[in-house]
């Protein structure tokens, strides 16, 4: 199995970082701060998806009796999964970036 590594400094993608990225689009490696971009064709309609089923699931779950607290849990939780599939995605080059490919 072959995992992308930054172009870099061929360290590994870190969930952090991809958790941590304002745009998902652009990813700061968490070792060398080198900006990894994210190919526009995968991650937009990722993006798009992503915030329909965000905004989909929030209009859900408003119509459930359920307390603030619960409603925001439920949303970490996903938002938490989806950053997770998005990051192995990126990693296994599911999801085409400028990572690079080194075979172990
Ligand atoms: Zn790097």
Redesign the pocket.
């Known amino acids: 199995m072959s995992m992308r ?7 590994d993608l870190t969930f952090i970082s991809v958790l941590l990225a304002i745009n998902p689009m652009m990813i700061r ?6 900006s ?1 971009k994210v190919n526009a064709m995968y991650a937009l309609p990722i993006v798009v998806i992503v915030f329909s089923m965000a905004m989909g699931g929030w209009f859900y779950l408003e119509s459930q009796a359920l307390t603030l607290p619960t409603k925001l849990a439920v949303v970490g939780i996903l938002g938490l999964i989806i950053e997770y599939a998005y990051f192995a995605g990126l990693r296994r080059g599911i999801i085409k970036s400028t990572l690079i490919e080194i075979d172990e």
């Open positions: 590594q930054c172009p870099c400094c061929q360290s490696c968490s070792h060398c701060k080198e990894v």
